[in-house]
């Protein structure tokens, strides 16, 4: 008999880029913890895998000034998941956090203390940052060249791992050293070997080079496609590269990031997200959208107006605290092909090309659809990201789980205590 394939959901927290619709009079605090609170029980309501919450080390500027259309204020992340274990009972809880400047020991022991307080249900998403925008919050510049932040990532969660196995299974506290390219470290570590054996590992990216650092040291990969046949390829690209790490397929969990969009027919789940559309995208966003690949200022522009005939400046600091667009010269001309090709002003433009991959439709015909991403080998399961704090989850988790479950395809209980049983992860095997 087959088993049928299970699918994975998770939460992302709104509040950052123009994802998230603070005109909306539903909309609340990215800061406040009832928000936090509020998300993270619709997700365990919901029976979701984990909760996540997405980081930043310093706000961007533009033009050198703080981008409050993007997001004013970030509160570190670890500290609210802390405060959200106590206020939950089986709900994971994944915090992004840089890799590139932290310290191994500070960092491996935060996360095994949540994972006890949580009682098993801590996850760390590995990012990096090479630019010295972010440096100068820590007084280290760009600190690192590009092409040196997957080598300190790779090296920093090997050591962060041999610290978490630096205590025995049995309890018994054991010496650590580790002397390699970027670290050099020894002593005793504090924490006991926590109730996971490791804190389940996310990585986000989509690069050849996130592909391979994902199939060697993650347990999910957090990444974006807009197909079921982009899907498709990601997956057996991610999962093809498994076995020469003495990888078996399910080790990995493939998640993307998606937004959902609901109507009680077709027609109104269409019109209701072009709407979110035009509110995530003001004339004033639209302009700011451009320049942040043009380089330029173009607030002389008609956000209704065509796009602009001129290059974009590669070599700009308008925006800082970006990932920098390798290719704007790409983007602009694709840009421009889709402006002639239908007509579009600058901010129809934005509307049209900035979109995550979306399901928008009816409860029954998104059930339908997310369960055919998984049963065909395009995704594991999904990262959800609302629209709206905190209660862009709560119509999902009303409306389509249900239908989910009827299909078979996800628990209608947690058989687990930890995010490891939730995910289907195997437990690590100790290495002391």
């Given at each position: 008999?087959?088993?049928r394939?299970?699918?994975h959901?998770a939460a992302?927290f709104?509040?950052?880029n123009?994802?998230?619709?603070?005109?909306?009079?539903?909309?609340?605090?990215q800061?406040d913890?009832?928000?936090?609170?509020?998300?993270?029980?619709t997700a365990?309501?919901g029976?979701?895998?984990?909760?996540?919450?997405?980081?930043?080390?310093?706000l961007?500027?533009?033009?050198?000034?703080?981008?409050d259309?993007?997001?004013?204020?970030?509160?570190?992340?670890?500290?609210v998941l802390?405060a959200?274990a106590?206020?939950?009972e089986?709900l994971?809880l994944a915090?992004?956090v840089?890799?590139?400047?932290n310290?191994?020991?500070?960092l491996?022991?935060r996360?095994?203390t949540?994972?006890h307080?949580?009682?098993g249900r801590a996850?760390?998403?590995?990012?990096?940052s090479s630019?010295?925008?972010?440096g100068?919050n820590?007084?280290r510049?760009?600190?690192?060249?590009?092409a040196?932040?997957?080598?300190r990532?790779?090296?920093?969660l090997?050591?962060t791992r041999?610290l978490w196995?630096?205590w025995?299974?049995?309890?018994?506290?054991?010496?650590?050293a580790?002397?390699?390219?970027?670290f050099?470290?020894?002593?005793?570590?504090?924490v006991?070997r926590s109730?996971?054996?490791?804190?389940?590992?996310?990585?986000?990216?989509?690069?050849p080079?996130?592909r391979e650092?994902?199939?060697?040291?993650?347990?999910v990969i957090f990444?974006r496609?807009?197909t079921?046949?982009?899907?498709?390829e990601f997956y057996?690209?991610?999962?093809?590269?498994l076995a020469k790490y003495?990888?078996?397929?399910?080790?990995l969990?493939i998640?993307?990031?998606?937004?959902?969009?609901?109507g009680?027919?077709?027609?109104?789940a269409?019109?209701?997200?072009?709407e979110?559309?035009?509110?995530?995208?003001s004339?004033?966003?639209?302009i700011?959208a451009l320049e942040?690949?043009w380089g330029?200022?173009?607030s002389s522009?008609d956000?209704?107006?065509?796009?602009?005939?001129?290059?974009?400046d590669?070599?700009?600091?308008?925006?800082?605290g970006r990932v920098?667009i390798?290719?704007?010269?790409a983007?602009?001309?694709?840009w421009?092909?889709?402006?002639?090709?239908?007509?579009?002003?600058?901010?129809?433009t934005?509307i049209?090309?900035?979109?995550?991959?979306s399901?928008?439709g009816?409860?029954e015909?998104v059930a339908?659809?997310l369960?055919?991403?998984?049963?065909k080998?395009?995704?594991?399961?999904?990262?959800?990201v609302?629209?709206?704090t905190?209660g862009?989850?709560?119509?999902?988790v009303?409306?389509?789980?249900?239908?989910?479950?009827?299909?078979?395809?996800?628990?209608t209980?947690y058989t687990?205590?930890?995010?490891?049983?939730?995910?289907?992860?195997?437990?690590?095997?100790?290495?002391?």
């Open positions: 008999m087959t088993v394939k299970q699918l959901l992302h709104p509040g950052v123009n994802t998230t619709v603070w005109a909306d009079p539903r909309s609340s605090s800061i913890f009832a928000s936090f609170e509020h998300l993270a029980r365990e309501r029976l979701f895998d984990f909760f996540f919450l997405a980081e930043g080390l310093r961007r500027e533009h033009k050198g000034r703080i981008h259309l993007d997001v004013v204020g970030r509160p570190e992340s670890i500290t802390n959200l106590a206020v939950t089986r994971g915090a992004t840089n890799a590139t400047f310290e191994p020991y500070e491996a022991r996360f095994a949540l994972d307080l949580s009682g996850a760390w998403n590995v990012v990096t630019d010295a925008f972010t100068e820590f007084r510049g760009g600190f690192l060249d590009r040196d932040r997957y080598t990532a790779a090296e920093f090997s050591t041999e196995d630096s025995t299974p049995e309890g018994l506290p054991r010496p650590f580790h002397r390699g390219q970027h050099d470290i020894a002593g005793e570590f504090t006991p109730p996971q054996g490791h804190p389940v590992v996310i990585q986000a990216g989509d690069s080079q996130g650092f994902a199939a060697s040291a993650a347990d990444t496609h807009g079921l046949e982009a899907g498709r057996a690209d991610v999962k093809g590269r003495g990888r078996a397929p399910e080790d969990k998640m993307p990031g998606v937004t959902v969009v609901l009680d027919t077709a027609a109104e269409q019109e209701r997200a072009a979110i559309r035009r509110l995530q995208v004339p004033q966003h639209a700011l942040q690949i330029v200022d173009l522009y956000p209704d107006g065509p796009l602009p005939d001129i290059d974009p590669p070599e700009s600091a308008l925006v800082q920098k390798a290719d704007p010269f983007i602009a001309e694709k421009r092909a889709l402006s002639r090709e239908k007509g579009l002003s600058i901010r129809q934005m049209e090309a900035g979109g995550r991959q399901f928008i009816t409860p015909s339908a659809e369960d055919e991403f998984v049963t080998d395009a995704a594991d399961g999904f990262i959800l609302p629209h709206l905190p862009g989850l709560d119509e999902f009303d409306r389509v789980v249900p239908l989910l479950q009827e299909r078979g395809a996800f628990r209980e687990g205590t930890t995010l490891r049983s939730h995910l289907g992860l195997p437990d690590p095997v100790w290495k002391g």
